[in-house]
């Protein structure tokens, strides 16, 4: 099975993380990796999980446009919140984005994620 991955770009000191932006799959399936409501700069943008889950979603889209795709062809998606009490208002959130085209999701509270207050992983499938 071909594999095709795209790499995330050096950022100012030369790094890159220890993991790919997004795998493709032959039979069609991507895979993207960890999105954040990160600035250009690497930072949480300002305004809280507000601002930082309209980012995520712009990071996340950019992402699978890099492999064609769009939200539509999201099949799962696993989130991690930092806090239990942003859950309502991510919910309405993601909900705005994804419309009726609902993927199967997970979500769990995790404190491993540094200074962001959410992220976001999917599978997508190629239509």
Do not use: I, N, P, S
């Given at each position: 099975m071909q594999i095709e991955r795209i790499a995330y770009p050096p950022d100012a000191k030369g790094q890159t993380p220890p993991y790919s932006?997004?795998?493709?799959?032959?039979?069609?399936?991507?895979?993207?990796?960890?999105?954040?409501?990160?600035?250009?700069?690497?930072?949480p943008v300002p305004g809280g999980i507000e601002a930082e889950t309209h980012r995520m979603f712009a990071n996340l889209k950019s992402a699978l446009a890099a492999a064609g795709l769009g939200l539509a062809d999201v099949v799962k998606a696993t989130v991690w919140l930092t806090s239990a009490d942003d859950i309502t208002t991510f919910n309405s959130i993601y909900h705005d984005y994804f419309g009726a085209d609902l993927p199967a999701r997970a979500c769990v509270q995790s404190g491993l994620m540094g200074p962001f207050k959410v992220e976001i992983d999917v599978i997508a499938a190629a239509r």
């Open positions: 932006k997004l795998v493709k799959t032959a039979a069609g399936l991507v895979f993207v990796a960890g999105q954040v409501g990160m600035d250009e700069g690497g930072q």
